[in-house]
């Protein structure tokens, strides 16, 4: 019985050897991310990121037209509040 689990053990461990796995010792082969189209796309790619990331002279322009407008109505109906105020103790006075 011994003998054959020694016949057995250097086959398994043959066949184990065939299974593992090579990698290049090289970083020239198979290296996507050091090759120079890559490197363009990829600095391609992050300048359009950076430049969706900021706002438009436009969208800025446009934020602050809706700022004023808003402190204007905020103005408009404090005045208003005011005004309704003092008609209110004119009645109560009157």
Known sequence: MLSIAARRAPATLSS???FVRTYTSSSRDGSVAQSKEFGKKERAHEGN???SAQPQESD???RNT???HDAE???KLKSDIEEKKKQIV???FS
Do not use: F, K, P, T
Request: aromatic share 0%.
């Open 49 to 51: 990121l950076d430049e």
């Open 73 to 75: 109505l905020l103005r």
């Open 60 to 62: 800025i322009l446009q």
């Open 90 to 92: 004119r009645r109560n």
């Open 16 to 18: 184990r050897a065939a």
């Open 66 to 68: 809706l700022v004023r």
